[in-house]
């Protein structure tokens, strides 16, 4: 419920670490003491989980002030209850971005594990190892930030140049600050101060907290814990070092094109696709005079003469009735009818149809070639 106001929160047994046997650990944590966080980072870890949900859950800040209500009893916390509460200097810088320039500067090359200037917006295994843990406990514990701790930002580092370089700092006013932060509604400051919020709430008369949590031991900074820090840092160093493969970059003449398939480096042809377009036969006039139609030659045929049949005129009596017994309709059909029947209807002579077959049944040889000619131009 609510442990996630002090998930990442780190607090330090003073009394442990500085009994350490490392000169750069002691050296960092007593910089922490003589700035006066002391009080802040040290004090007796008690949570009041109950009392801690209720008191964010109905937190605001009005005139300067952080009002709240917890178990029904209305709380009252100001800057000055803060300041001696844990005993905070209240004297000093209010913005950190007031540090003069040059200290940071030289706060860069005192606190690097390569001996040049690191980035202010670099990795922190850039660092010592004992300011590593330094930046930790000032984002986790000062200033509570959420996500990735890797990375540098400016706050983190600003804060670890005034304490490297004692910088005076009013830490009870940037303090309380972040504490108004987090009650404030749509903040994006993360809620935090469990220990420290507990412990205020211990001070409210008529208050009943009820019962108690300890805080957890992996979260209290001691000389074990620092030791086991040191040694997991210095593990996964040498671990990324070694695991850190050499990459050689192949010359540009043996690099193959994303865009031709994988057969290509292996020897074997690459086939392209030729574009093909699409013309209409009709439409180009070129076409028509490349294409050659070839014809078939058609024989000449000849047809035997029809012996022809007596002619017998028919009266004029017979003529009318022939002529009346043909109906308008079957007009179309006297072309199918043998010529005979056609000469008989339509009072064609019989001489015209022999010159006609005389001429069918032997062609000369000057017709012949007419014939042909003819045929060849179709």
Same mark, same amino acid.
């Given at each position: 419920?609510?442990?996630?106001?002090?998930?990442?929160?780190?607090?330090?047994?003073?009394?442990?670490?500085?009994?350490?046997?490392?000169?750069?650990?002691?050296?960092?944590?007593?910089?922490?003491?003589?700035?006066?966080?002391?009080?802040?980072?040290?004090?007796?870890?008690?949570?009041?989980?109950?009392?801690?949900?209720?008191?964010?859950?109905?937190?605001?800040?009005?005139?300067?002030?952080?009002?709240?209500?917890?178990?029904?009893?209305?709380?009252?916390?100001?800057?000055? +209850?803060? &300041?001696?509460?844990? *005993?905070?200097?209240?004297?000093?810088?209010?913005? @950190?971005?007031? #540090?003069? $320039? %040059?200290? !940071?500067?030289?706060?860069?090359?005192?606190?690097?594990?390569?001996?040049?200037?690191?980035?202010?917006?670099?990795?922190?295994?850039?660092?010592?190892?004992?300011?590593?843990?330094?930046?930790?406990?000032?984002?986790?514990?000062?200033?509570?930030?959420?996500?990735?701790?890797?990375?540098?930002?400016?706050?983190?580092?600003?804060? +670890?140049? &005034?304490?490297?370089? *004692?910088?005076?700092?009013?830490?009870?006013?940037? @303090?309380?600050? #972040?504490? $108004? %932060?987090? !009650?404030?509604?749509?903040?994006?400051?993360?809620?935090?101060?469990?220990?420290?919020?507990?412990?205020?709430?211990?001070?409210?008369?008529?208050?009943?907290?009820?019962?108690?949590?300890?805080?957890?031991?992996?979260?209290?900074?001691?000389?074990?814990?620092?030791?086991?820090?040191?040694?997991?840092?210095?593990?996964?160093?040498?671990?990324?070092?070694?695991?850190?493969?050499?990459?050689?970059?192949?010359?540009?003449?043996?690099?193959?094109?994303? $865009?031709?398939? !994988?057969?290509?480096?292996?020897?074997?042809?690459?086939?392209?696709?030729?574009?093909?377009?699409?013309?209409?036969?009709?439409?180009?006039?070129?076409?028509?005079?490349?294409?050659?139609?070839?014809?078939?030659?058609?024989?000449?045929?000849?047809?035997?003469?029809?012996?022809?049949?007596?002619?017998?005129?028919?009266?004029?009596?017979?003529?009318?009735?022939?002529?009346?017994?043909?109906?308008?309709?079957?007009?179309?059909?006297?072309?199918?009818?043998?010529?005979?029947?056609?000469?008989?209807?339509?009072?064609?002579?019989?001489?015209?149809?022999?010159?006609?077959?005389?001429?069918?049944?032997?062609?000369?040889?000057?017709?012949?070639?007419?014939?042909?000619?003819?045929?060849?131009?179709?």
């Amino acid at each position: 419920m609510a442990s996630s106001y002090y998930t990442n929160t780190l607090h330090v047994n003073f009394e442990s670490v500085l009994a350490m046997d490392d000169p750069g650990m002691v050296s960092m944590f007593q910089a922490l003491m003589a700035s006066g966080l002391e009080g802040f980072l040290g004090c007796s870890a008690v949570i009041y989980e109950a009392a801690l949900f209720d008191f964010f859950a109905n937190a605001s800040v009005r005139d300067g002030m952080v009002f709240s209500t917890v178990h029904g009893v209305t709380v009252e916390i100001f800057e000055q +209850l803060f &300041a001696e509460t844990f *005993e905070l200097p209240v004297e000093g810088l209010t913005d @950190l971005t007031e #540090i003069p $320039k %040059d200290l !940071v500067a030289d706060a860069r090359s005192i606190v690097s594990f390569s001996g040049n200037p690191v980035s202010m917006f670099g990795k922190k295994k850039e660092m010592k190892f004992e300011y590593r843990l330094l930046c930790d406990i000032m984002a986790k514990t000062i200033s509570v930030k959420e996500g990735s701790f890797d990375a540098l930002t400016m706050e983190k580092f600003l804060m +670890l140049t &005034a304490i490297i370089c *004692e910088v005076k700092i009013n830490w009870n006013r940037v @303090l309380f600050n #972040i504490l $108004k %932060d987090m !009650v404030t509604a749509g903040s994006r400051q993360a809620k935090g101060y469990a220990i420290k919020i507990s412990l205020l709430l211990e001070n409210i008369p008529n208050l009943e907290l009820g019962e108690s949590t300890e805080f957890p031991s992996s979260k209290i900074l001691t000389d074990k814990k620092v030791h086991r820090y040191i040694v997991l840092n210095e593990k996964v160093g040498v671990e990324v070092v070694a695991a850190a493969p050499q990459v050689k970059k192949a010359p540009k003449k043996q690099a193959v094109s994303k $865009k031709r398939p !994988v057969a290509a480096a292996i020897g074997d042809p690459v086939l392209k696709n030729k574009r093909k377009m699409k013309k209409k036969s009709g439409s180009l006039k070129e076409n028509l005079e490349i294409v050659v139609v070839s014809q078939e030659a058609v024989p000449i045929q000849i047809i035997e003469p029809i012996p022809a049949a007596p002619v017998v005129e028919p009266s004029v009596e017979e003529q009318r009735e022939a002529t009346s017994a043909v109906p308008i309709d079957e007009d179309i059909s006297v072309v199918d009818q043998p010529a005979v029947e056609v000469a008989a209807v339509t009072g064609e002579q019989e001489p015209a149809v022999e010159h006609m077959n005389e001429q069918m049944a032997e062609p000369t040889a000057d017709e012949e070639t007419v014939v042909l000619n003819t045929t060849n131009q179709q």
